[in-house]
């Protein structure tokens, strides 16, 4: 600010001194040669040739400052020192010149009137020319008309005192104004400054507050990576330019992998600081900022321009890989994977909205599939996931609009081919289409609809088998998903089933399957343990294929182990070791052991030569409607089976 109202001051110094300048020299000169006495002419020409020296030399110094460089940062306080020094030897020159008329006992009224009045006009003109530097501004005007007057005061002669008594009040009212003047100037300067100032602040203010708007509405608070909104702009421009160059360009979706574990178990800071480390090495590694984007919760994207599908899972390789190396905090070394869908343009889409919904299917998709890889999005891909949410729109009314039925199909003691249960299989017709159960439990289990349709079955199925008749004690067996077992109701709601359908509950088997054995087995064990307390059987479906392990087997204590099909149809060859072994095994732990998908007499032979003791399968009976169930028992394991 200081500099500020130099720089000013002196350029209002120099902005007048062409003026105050050329009035001296006029004046210098009109004195000198036009009141020229051969006494004074000596000491005039000498003053005259000193005076005009020093006004060229001021001369000079206006025209370099006239031609200084514009830009460049000038120091006002050397140019007014400068000016200043001119500007007081000039008005000393003068004090001199008038002292040397005054004193010279030859000089006329005349010539001392026409002296004065000059000299007076000049410092009027001083305290205006002057303004810029009150001292200056104020000796100019005194030096000038000062001393001359007191030394007329001093001559004795009546017409001069009174000529010096004028000079002097002259003076003393010059010295008040250019006081005036130069402090008004300076006040006016400080204002200009003070206000110029005070722009400048407004300016920084309004820059700093459009800075942060700009950054709440396009980035991401905790990582300063782009937010969506700025993402699809960028991303929408980046697809024009793709589209002018007919270039290719690739959207990774990269979602983290065990990133929910460390938020929940160790704390959302430390989540956050995965999160900004997440985004850092994502930058080091992205060629173009404007096209990486904090997405949301663990969720990134990356558009990589002019990139075919090659590069982009090279790229998404390369990015797995940096994410996944270990962070260290506080001494504690975490590692979080990733899993990255691609979806490109233009072949996948040409718009940036689904462009990045097609990467988030691909991503979602081998998530499931596989963690911590690639998965580039594909037309299959996009039609499974529209069955797989058309089916699970239509399963969750299901139930209410009647489209499910139970199939049983029979179970039969191997020694005397005699029916003893009947497996409660879940049927769905949407609309035209059977959906075969493989397909929709899965669905129903993803989607958490299951514990609503289980309930149903095994409410129905236990309903059903109440009315099957009483002499055979039929049981009906029930499968249950994972998720229903590790529901703590569970016990509750087979009791319930059970007290509602008035079914004894040793005529009740549930089957799990074994992928129930990936949770946790404690609690498995003490449902098992549970649900045979209240005398319902427990077995495991389909053994063989999934996690079960003969120690989960001993854990479990279940009553009887599913054989799968898959062993029963390879029975000739890889399969009969294998069956043996179970058999082995369940002798041992005192299991009793059913083998499902007997297709032919020949494998119902070997089973049976095996020592197995339940069997099941298309050889016997398909799955029968309910309303065969009865006719069928009945009429015995001849009976001509239908297919439900
Ligand atoms: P699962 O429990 O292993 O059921 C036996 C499956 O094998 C049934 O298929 C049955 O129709 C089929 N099957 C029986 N005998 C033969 C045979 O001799 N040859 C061949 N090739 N197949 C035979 P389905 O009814 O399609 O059921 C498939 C799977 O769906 C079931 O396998 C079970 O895991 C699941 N599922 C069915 N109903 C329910 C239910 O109510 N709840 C749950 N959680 N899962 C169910
Ligand atoms: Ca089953
Ligand atoms: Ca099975």
Sequence with gaps: MKQCTQRDAAQLLYNNAFSGILISIIASSFLVFAFNTAEMRQFKHAWWVLMTSLLLIRLVDWHLWKRRDINRQLNGSKAILRFISGANLTAVLWSVYILK????????????????????????????????????????????????????????IYERQMLGILGFLFAIVMVVIAKKNAEFTAQAILLKNENALLVHHMEEKVERRTNTIYELSNLDPLTGLFNRTAFLQNLQQQLLAAQKKQQSLAVLFIDLDGFKKINDAIGHDTGDQVLNNTARRLKDISANHQLLCRWGGDEFLLAIENCDEQQAVQQSEEIIQVLSAAYSFQNNRLSVGATVGIALYPQHSENEHSLIRLADTAMYAQKKRSPCTVGVFS??????????????????????????????????????????SFEALLRWQLDDEMIPPDEFIGIAEQYGLIRKIGLWVLDNACQIASSWPNEQALSVCVNVSVTQLEDHDFVEIVKHALHASQLPPERLHIEMTESVFSSDILFLAEQIK????????????????????????????????????????????????????????????????????VETEAQMNTLRSLGVDFLQGYYFAKPLPESQVVAFINGGAETTSQQA
Aim: proline fraction near 3%; hydrophobic fraction near 45%; charged fraction near 15%.
């Design 530 to 597: 549970a649900i045979q307390d209240i005398g319902v059987q427990v077995s495991i479906d389909d053994f063989g294929t999934g996690y079960s392990s003969l120690s989960t087997m001993q854990d479990l204590a279940v009553n009887t182990v599913k054989i799968d099909r898959s062993f029963v149809q390879r029975i000739d060859t890889n399969g009969y070791p294998i069956i043996t072994a179970v058999m082995h095994i369940a002798q041992a732990l005192n299991y009793s052991v059913v083998a499902e998908g």
């Design 101 to 156: 008329v005054v004193a010279n006992p030859n000089s006329t009224d005349i010539d001392l009137s026409t002296h004065i009045i000059i000299i007076s006009a000049m410092a009027g003109g001083s305290a205006t020319v002057l303004a810029g530097h009150k001292r200056t501004a104020m000796f100019y005007a005194f030096i000038l008309l000062g001393p001359p007057s007191i030394g007329l005061l001093l001559s004795g």
């Design 379 to 420: 037309n299959q891909l996009e039609q499974k996931i529209h069955r797989e949410l058309k089916l699970k729109d239509g399963l969750s009314q299901a139930i209410e609009k009647q489209q499910l039925s139970l199939a049983f199909q029979p179970i039969l003691r191997a020694k005397d081919c005699q029916v003893v």
